[in-house]
């Protein structure tokens, strides 16, 4: 082989390298889609966050039949009464709805720019990290956080970034993805938990007086049944937000490794230490298939 031959050989081995190298991180993507399916999940908890409330006041209530206090309205129907001090939770569902959406269409923005070198995801609302702060259980610097993001989404928008740019992407926006699921993990891992309980002791109550005035086996039966279901859905709904819980610790971890090894994405030790992280985003996936929802009968 001649000289010319051996350098043109080579420079097509540079080439192919090259290319290579600025190949979009497919592990990036993956992870990214699996992150942003986890993250959407949780709206079913946001939104009982303010359905437990109201079961919870509920059950305080006197013992009528359900067709008198409109069965038709579910617990989250604002046409039906709602007792006052479940208003505030009204609020926080929808300003933990747009938190999570805009942590959401970032990784789904990431996905694109890993897939096709540019983001096609329109950037959620100017205003997500102004109403972010109307949650009750949320600092101004994680408000501040949500609203961040929102702007690094929006300049993946209009930027039209290349997949070349993810390295500073990651590194930007990982304080962010921390602030922001450490503070979801707290409302759904202690402030619902504890809604939850709450509303399993006001349950409880409900049934001890109804047991006390209750004649007949049949009717003891139906009571049973009917206590079961309930601490059935309690415990559902526990299990969900446990799995949500994992599913942010997850999201963090993996958004972590990818920041810190930000300069290297296209590498086998990436993926692979990013694998578990993947994996398990995948398994989680159908255990949030949904949560109970409505008033107790």
């Known amino acids: 082989m001649g000289i010319r031959s051996k350098f043109e050989g080579y420079l097509i081995i540079a080439v192919l390298a090259a290319s290579l190298s600025c190949a979009p991180p497919q592990t990036v993507a993956t992870f990214a889609e699996a992150a942003s399916g986890a993250i959407t999940s949780g709206a079913p908890i946001f939104s009982d966050l303010y359905d437990s409330c109201v079961r919870r006041h509920q059950d305080a209530g006197p013992i009528v039949p359900v067709y008198s206090i409109g069965a038709e309205n579910s617990a989250s129907d604002p046409a039906g009464s709602v007792p006052p001090a479940c208003r505030v939770f009204a609020g926080e569902r929808d300003a933990l709805i747009r938190m999570s959406a805009v942590l959401a269409a970032y990784f789904r923005a990431m996905q694109d720019l890993a897939e096709f070198g540019a983001s096609s995801v329109a950037a959620p609302s100017a205003e997500a990290g102004v109403g972010a702060s109307m949650a009750a259980s949320l600092s101004t610097v994680q408000a501040d956080s949500v609203s961040k993001l929102s702007g690094l989404v929006l300049e993946l928008f209009t930027r039209r970034y290349q997949h070349e740019r993810i390295a500073t992407l990651l590194r930007t926006a990982d304080p962010h993805v921390a602030v922001i699921t450490r503070g979801l993990e ?106 109970s929802k409505g008033t107790h009968q």
């Open 186 to 291: 707290k409302i759904v891992g202690t402030d619902y938990n504890s809604l939850l309980e709450e509303e399993e002791r006001t349950l409880k109550r409900r049934y001890q007086r109804a047991g006390a005035t209750t004649n007949g086996t049949a009717v003891v039966l139906l009571l049973d049944r009917a206590y079961s279901e309930d601490m059935r859905q309690l415990e559902q709904r526990r299990a969900f937000a446990a799995t949500y819980v994992e599913a942010l610790q997850q999201v963090r971890d993996g958004h972590g490794k990818l920041a810190l090894n930000s300069a290297h994405l296209g590498s086998k030790q990436v993926g692979l230490a990013l694998q578990p992280d993947i994996s398990r985003l995948q398994g989680l996936a159908p255990q949030t298939a949904g949560i």
